[in-house]
């Protein structure tokens, strides 16, 4: 009996990590590293810590003007997806780095959001890439990847 147990365990074991050819190569059922998801999807809605008019921040969702970090903010975002796993908008980009030049000119900009993390119960949006064309003079400062703040 504690045979038949012990094969059946090592059955199970062997169904769970994959199967290997006698070679000791993986078979193509196999699952492989590009086919496991490490980064669970958000359970529920997802915010971003938007500081936007508020040095407090708080929870927003799709945004009309994000700011992204203490150098970087995004004005009239126009949301193409949200969530569960990443969150992808475009609009105006202006920060420190790029004044006086894009004050008045802000440059036209795409923004992913992504990873998300929980804090205070809620799921939020803990990094950002942004997109841009920037002149060569501002590449070198631009803020276009990074941590967004999180409560």
């Known amino acids: 009996m504690r045979l038949v147990i012990a094969l059946a365990a090592a059955v199970l074991a062997t169904a769970a990590c994959g199967t290997s050819t006698s070679s000791g190569t993986p078979s193509p059922t196999a699952p492989t590293s590009s086919t496991v998801t490490t980064t669970p999807s ?48 475009s609009g105006k980009l202006s920060g420190s780095w790029c004044l006086p030049e894009c004050l008045d000119k802000p440059y036209d900009a795409t923004v992913t959001l992504s990873a998300i993390k929980q804090a205070e119960g809620q799921s939020y949006f803990s990094k950002y890439d942004i997109q841009v064309d920037l002149p060569v003079a501002q590449q070198e400062g631009a803020d276009l990847s990074g941590t967004l703040a999180t409560p």
């Open 42 to 89: 958000a359970a529920g809605p997802v915010y971003v810590f938007n500081l936007f008019g508020d040095e407090q921040g708080k929870p927003d969702q799709r945004p009309g003007n994000l700011v992204v970090s203490e150098f970087s903010s995004l004005k009239d975002v126009n949301w193409q997806s949200w969530g569960p796993d990443t969150a992808v908008g």
